[in-house]
């Protein structure tokens, strides 16, 4: 199986804003749920984020209020916009549909 695609990360200061990319498939996209993750070094993996496809969206709470999840369906993409991130943000972050391989992830770190 193909993995969803992310993209997007980079080094951004504390207090600024990113946005990542997820790229999915047509058939990996119509899955009900598409979800964020992130694994920091030395932790578990958290779960960040959800999208349903009617847009429908659910947020961690260390989150909340910071990142926005959103999909344009026609680009069968999601995004993950993270404003006035924290150091505490740094970590892979990884987009999953609940079925198949996980991808590479895309890098996301926070200098304060």
């Known amino acids: 199986q193909v993995p969803l695609v992310e993209s997007g990360g980079g080094l951004v200061q504390a207090g600024g804003s990113l946005r990542l990319s997820c790229a999915a498939s047509g058939t990996i996209f119509s899955r009900r749920f598409i979800d964020w993750y992130r694994q920091a070094p030395g932790k578990q993996r958290e779960w960040v984020a959800k999208?349903?496809?009617?847009?429908?969206?659910n947020y961690a709470t260390s989150v909340k209020g910071r990142f926005t999840i959103s999909r344009d369906n026609a680009k069968n993409t999601v995004y993950l916009q993270m404003n006035n991130v924290k150091p505490e943000d740094t970590a892979v972050y990884y987009c999953?549909?609940?079925?198949?391989?996980w991808g590479q992830g895309t890098q996301v770190t926070v200098s304060s």
């Open positions: 999208i349903d496809r009617g847009g429908f969206t």
């Open positions: 999953y549909s609940g079925q198949g391989p």
